[in-house]
Nanobody
């Protein structure tokens, strides 16, 4: 059974940082592209970032230069380091792989 468990969300002031984690199980982690997707209140899902099984990384223009995705194959975990956070980054952040979603973790950027 595929399981994705996100953690690391919280409330932070503009300009602050957070590091999200997604612990994966039930599949061969190193063989799949891992994605982060977010959904802000009242909006549809927005793809944020991905890391390929070859280690290549990809970012939405809205987060490029501020967010960094990485993976630890030994721990079956993907991370999203988020720096210089803005109020418009406020959303529930989900880990996504091959049709499976985690439960999400809330990120709130506010004064």
């Amino acid at each position: 059974e595929v399981q994705l468990v996100e953690s690391g969300g919280g409330m932070v002031q503009p300009g602050g940082s957070l590091r999200l984690s997604c612990a994966a199980s039930g599949f061969t982690f190193s063989s799949y592209d891992m994605n982060w997707v977010r959904q802000a209140p009242g909006k549809g899902p927005e793809w944020v970032s991905a890391i390929g099984d070859d280690g290549r990384t990809y970012y939405a223009d809205s987060v490029k230069g501020r967010f960094t995705i990485s993976g630890d194959n030994a721990k079956n975990t993907v991370f999203l380091q988020m720096n210089s956070l803005k109020p418009e980054d406020t959303a529930v952040y989900y880990c996504f792989v091959s049709g499976y979603w985690g439960q999400g973790t809330q990120v709130t950027v506010s004064k």
